[in-house]
């Protein structure tokens, strides 16, 4: 019954907005209505000031996003006020996301055949389907465009693994990386640690941050942290203490009820329920090491020439049923730790040991070559890129 009556008023909306013309609208959206990150909060940012004759809006319900976007002079649609939202939505033109659905309320964007672009949210050697998903019936064969960061992963990704129409595949970059191209500006933010002392407000001024970001398994997995040899919470906490490092993580977002949460004066759990508006791209210009495994995160950080750890327990696991596009361990710009002391060590080595990359620099270029944004103007190549077929 209650499909039946979501059907019902789809239909009638259908009808009634039938008369709606498009406009110069342009709509972006991030993986859900109330986050702010990945490539399309940039690429607002930047379109809302720079490019003409269009009007740009992003979609979300969080209070602490709409503040902030009032206080910048953004505009957004939110179902608190559902006429716009409804109208906005049939007006536009264009709809971005960097996942693989779209805004599309009451299936309107699919009605009004709106165009529809995906920025994607980052590339790794792991950017692959898993083994058991069809590319054919996956979310991005609905997207009208679907952009890579250049040319090789347009071929390993798009078409190889996606078996996407090499005419639906843009390579315009990564606008989530376009910070990393600028010295000035990262120079001032590892100074200022900005974002470090907004989640911990006793973060010293001369501390040392490091970011751990586990990405998503396909099967049931604890934090891989807990999962060194001679792991613990507490040991690890006082390691940190003494050497004033403050270790920051966080947890994929399909992970929606994750265990093995800690928290102590020196490690701090990244909340998004809490931190509406933390993105990681954001935080990685102030971080002095990323502890990863096999996350997209580490292709972006390689652009930033800084020192990263690898905690990867279940590497022949995660091989077997998720896998890679090419072997992974030409790839792997750090140290792998399978010990608690090992991570003691190596973060120690990373931080304050200046010839720590030295054994890693290939790797680190095989990323930045293969799969990064190789320059800082991406949200350039996207405005290019709708004017000359949109405007």
């Not at 398994?217 to 690890?236: A, C, G, I």
């Amino acid at each position: 019954m209650k499909n039946l009556i979501k059907k019902c008023i789809q239909y009638i909306l259908q009808i009634l907005l039938l008369p709606v013309r498009k406009k110069n609208i342009i709509i972006l959206s991030s993986i859900d209505s109330i986050s702010y990150k990945t490539n399309t909060r940039y690429l607002f940012e930047y379109l809302s000031e720079n490019l003409q004759n269009f009007n740009v809006y992003y979609v979300t319900e969080s209070r602490d996003i709409k503040k902030y976007l009032d206080n910048k002079n953004l505009k957004y649609i939110s179902k608190k006020n559902i006429l716009k939202y409804i109208y906005i939505s049939a007006s536009a033109k264009i709809v971005i996301n960097s996942g693989d659905a779209y805004h599309n309320p009451f299936k309107i964007s699919d009605f009004k055949n709106i165009t529809k672009i995906c920025t994607m949210h980052g590339n790794s050697p792991k950017t692959k389907l898993p083994k058991n998903i069809d590319p054919i019936h996956t979310g991005y064969q609905k997207f009208d465009y679907i952009c890579f960061n250049n040319e090789y992963l347009r071929d390993i990704i798009g078409i190889d693994n996606f078996k996407l129409d090499k005419s639906k595949i843009l390579t315009l970059g990564s606008p989530q990386c376009d910070q990393f191209y600028k010295k000035n500006y990262l120079h001032d933010r590892m100074k200022r640690k900005v974002v470090s002392k907004i989640l911990n407000m006793n973060f010293p001024n001369d501390g040392k941050t490091v970011l751990y970001t586990p990405t998503w398994r396909p099967y049931k997995y604890p934090n891989p942290l807990t999962k060194l040899d001679n792991f613990s919470w507490d040991k690890f906490n006082r390691y940190l203490s003494k050497e004033n490092i403050f270790f920051y993580y966080s947890f994929h977002s399909n992970i929606t009820n994750p265990n093995n949460i800690y928290e102590s004066s020196n490690i701090k759990l990244i909340d998004n329920s809490k931190y509406r508006l933390y993105d990681t791209n954001y935080f990685m210009c102030e971080v002095d090491c990323l502890i990863n495994d096999y996350s997209n995160t580490h292709s972006d950080f390689s652009i930033l020439e800084k020192p990263q750890i690898y905690v990867i327990p279940d590497y022949f696991d995660y091989n077997k049923e998720q896998g890679f596009l090419e072997s992974y361990h030409q790839f792997i710009a750090g140290d792998v730790v399978k010990s608690l002391d090992e991570l003691h060590q190596s973060i120690s080595a990373a931080i304050y040991n200046p010839n720590y990359r030295e054994s890693y620099k290939e790797f680190e270029s095989n990323l930045v070559n293969k799969y990064s944004s190789k320059n800082g103007n991406s949200c350039h190549n996207y405005k290019i890129f709708l004017e000359s077929n949109f405007d």
